[in-house]
């Protein structure tokens, strides 16, 4: 066996799933003429019912092997993850035309895009639910909240993530940009969770040329680290920018690197996680030019962090290209959530998750549905839409199945959240979709703390409780030339954060904590039909109840399967999470429980 068997990836055409042709049949034996003898008459009846046999075993053969061993030779995977990217922030959906993203539309026309495809309202529980292929609630990441700085907790070490299931059979890992998926340890950093590089930030709220978060303590503290994990150990290394170099550019140059030095006989898995467009609206001068066609500051304040975004993916495809391993690589591009349309005071951060109703932070469609599209090289050049229901934990089994080369066990198996769906971009590619989906409800998320919990089925939705725990539940059109604001009460909305932080933390002190959906108030029903309402306007529950009454029971047997764990955000931060750094003469984050 080769050295490189374990990551070695089937390249056999695929097979016909409609039988035998008809001139191998015709090799069949005729009957035995009725003079034979009965020994030569047990020889023919033998020999006609070994080829019975294998001709059967053949046709087994055809019909269960699956089709993915012809969907892709490719054995590389790049994920592009964008931050905080609304559903009307790509110029393929842009209904306002004025975002330009020509790279990312070129990528788009070469791919198959994901007209159903849904997240988490926050960074860390989409992150959790990519890299875990489970629901994050299952493991107390649930909710519309974020991985805090100086959180004790992380996402659980009991989690198996997607980059050691490749490093464990010979990929070469590596996370440029945003982990937000805490840092307590150097066990909960990225380097122990399966990535062999990284190269980015620990937190999830930085500024773009500082590098500072600006989330916490009321000092600034630095955010940006080079970590490798190789035979000698950990090495960790503070990068020292003092250019004030917007970070777009940095990693994208990072990305481009990885992929530039990467050996052509070893298979890569990297994640390039962007923190644009997520706020502050920081953007270069040049891109802010490029959109001086946008008349409103605040938008094309955003659209200029949204062009340098589209130009950094332009960098990576064609490092890919240069490098040779284009046509040998999987290009996956998602948001992680809606965008952030404005400030609690109301002021626009332009961002756009028209025509849906809300933004990050909450469950409308807003909030929740967001581009994605995956490019499969041996079908580049084919632009087709995949109508079917796909969350973000899909990618999970869905990319693992592309590649053909893990196995996963089925004790994992029976955990994951996820569906594979590459099946059914095969028959898509293959113009021989029949409108079947692999994914037929989705469980929006559990929160037994702000009280929410929300399925969709087929064509509808139902929520219960409280679907926009920080506001931010309209449909946000576009502002004139001089409006800076949305209407907006600050007053009520600082009101509702800090009841929600009253909750969480009498939450966290009752120790008889409720983990069920029976615990969440009833009396806020919603239920849409998507399918004639995407806009989610007209609310159907009471006119429906027989459908509400149905996806209620699917939820509480949700959570009789498997006990919701205990939320572990918004722990109080601690101290020692911050250090001195004597180079940088500022303080920096770092692991401080080991």
């Known amino acids: 066996m080769p050295a490189n068997a374990a990551y070695m990836v089937d390249k056999e055409p695929g097979i016909p799933l409609d039988g035998l042709e008809s001139s191998e049949q015709d090799d069949i034996p005729p009957p035995a003429r009725e003079r034979l003898s009965r020994k030569r008459i047990h020889h023919a009846l033998l020999g006609l019912t070994v080829l019975v046999i294998v001709v059967l075993t053949v046709v087994l053969a055809i019909v269960l092997s699956p089709k993915k061993s012809s969907l892709s030779d490719a054995s590389n995977i790049v994920i592009v993850i964008a931050d905080d990217l609304g559903y009307n922030d790509v110029g393929y959906n842009n209904v306002f035309n004025d975002i330009q993203t020509p790279y990312i539309d070129k990528l788009a026309s070469q791919s198959i895009k994901l007209e159903r495809f849904y997240v988490q309202p926050m960074c860390s529980p989409s992150r959790a639910g990519l890299f875990t292929g489970r629901y994050p609630f299952r493991y107390g990441m649930g909710g519309a909240r974020a991985m805090y700085y100086g959180t004790k907790e992380g996402l659980p070490k009991e989690e198996k993530l997607l980059p050691e299931f490749f490093k464990d059979v010979g990929y070469e890992t590596y996370l440029v940009g945003k982990w937000h998926l805490g840092f307590a340890s150097w066990a909960h950093t990225p380097v122990e969770r399966g990535f062999q590089e990284f190269f980015g930030m620990y937190g999830g709220s930085v500024t773009h040329f500082t590098h500072q978060s600006y989330e916490g303590p009321q000092e600034p503290v630095y955010d940006f680290f080079e970590d490798k994990m190789s035979e000698d150990g950990l090495k960790h290394e503070v990068v020292i920018d003092k250019n004030n170099t917007f970070d777009e550019l940095l990693l994208t140059q990072k990305a481009v690197d990885v992929i530039s030095k990467h050996k052509g006989d070893v298979p890569m898995f990297l994640v390039v996680s962007y923190t644009s467009p997520h706020a502050p609206i920081e953007?270069?001068?040049?891109?802010?030019?490029?959109?001086?066609?946008?008349?409103?500051?605040?938008?094309?304040?955003?659209?200029?962090?949204?062009?340098?975004?589209d130009y950094g993916i332009g960098r990576i495809h064609s490092a890919l290209i240069e490098k040779g391993v284009n046509n040998n690589t999987i290009f996956v591009f998602m948001s992680d959530n809606g965008a952030q349309v404005m400030q609690f005071n109301g002021e626009s951060l332009g961002g756009s998750n028209f025509p849906y109703k809300g933004a990050k932070t909450n469950y409308y469609e807003g909030g929740i549905r967001v581009p994605s599209f995956i490019r499969i090289p041996s079908y580049e050049g084919k632009s087709v839409q995949y109508k079917g229901l796909f969350h973000i934990t899909d990618w999970f089994p869905t990319l693992i199945?592309?590649?053909?080369?893990?196995?996963?066990?089925?004790?994992?198996?029976?955990?994951?959240?996820?569906?594979?769906?590459?099946?059914?971009?095969?028959?898509?590619?293959?113009?021989?979709?029949?409108?079947?989906?692999?994914?037929?409800?989705?469980?929006?998320?559990?929160?037994?703390?702000?009280?929410?919990?929300?399925?969709?089925?087929?064509?509808?939705?139902?929520?219960?409780?409280?679907?926009?725990?920080?506001?931010?539940?309209?449909?946000?059109?576009?502002?004139?030339?001089?409006?800076?604001?949305?209407?907006?009460?600050?007053?009520?909305?600082?009101?509702?954060?800090?009841?929600?932080?009253?909750?969480?933390?009498?939450?966290?002190?009752?120790?008889?904590?409720?983990?069920?959906?029976?615990?969440?108030?009833?009396?806020?029903?919603?239920l849409y039909d998507l399918r004639i309402d995407p806009n989610e306007t007209h609310n159907i529950a009471w006119r429906f109840?027989?459908?509400?009454?149905?996806?209620?029971?699917?939820?509480?047997?949700?959570?009789?399967?498997?006990?919701?764990?205990?939320?572990?955000?918004?722990?109080?931060?601690?101290?020692?999470?911050?250090?001195?750094?004597?180079?940088?003469?500022?303080?920096?984050?770092?692991?401080?429980?080991?």
């Not at 802010?288 to 062009?307: D, E, V, Y």
């Not at 722990?571 to 003469?585: G, M, T």
């Open 401 to 526: 199945s592309l590649v053909n080369v893990i196995t996963i066990s089925e004790e994992i198996k029976e955990k994951l959240d996820g569906i594979d769906h590459a099946d059914a971009f095969y028959d898509i590619l293959m113009d021989e979709y029949n409108g079947s989906e692999p994914r037929t409800e989705l469980i929006i998320d559990i929160d037994p703390v702000y009280n929410f919990a929300g399925i969709i089925r087929g064509n509808y939705k139902y929520m219960i409780g409280n679907t926009a725990p920080l506001g931010f539940e309209k449909t946000y059109g576009p502002l004139k030339e001089n409006e800076t604001h949305y209407p907006s009460n600050e007053t009520e909305v600082f009101e509702l954060v800090n009841k929600n932080d009253r909750i969480f933390k009498d939450y966290l002190a009752n120790e008889s904590k409720c983990l069920d959906v029976k615990c969440i108030p009833s009396y806020d029903m919603e």
């Open 283 to 309: 953007t270069l001068p040049q891109d802010l030019a490029q959109n001086s066609h946008i008349k409103n500051k605040q938008r094309r304040k955003m659209a200029g962090m949204i062009t340098g975004l």
């Open 545 to 594: 109840t027989d459908n509400t009454e149905d996806l209620q029971n699917r939820l509480l047997e949700v959570t009789s399967e498997e006990p919701l764990a205990v939320p572990l955000y918004m722990q109080q931060r601690e101290a020692e999470s911050i250090v001195y750094n004597k180079e940088l003469q500022g303080k920096v984050w770092k692991p401080w429980l080991n």
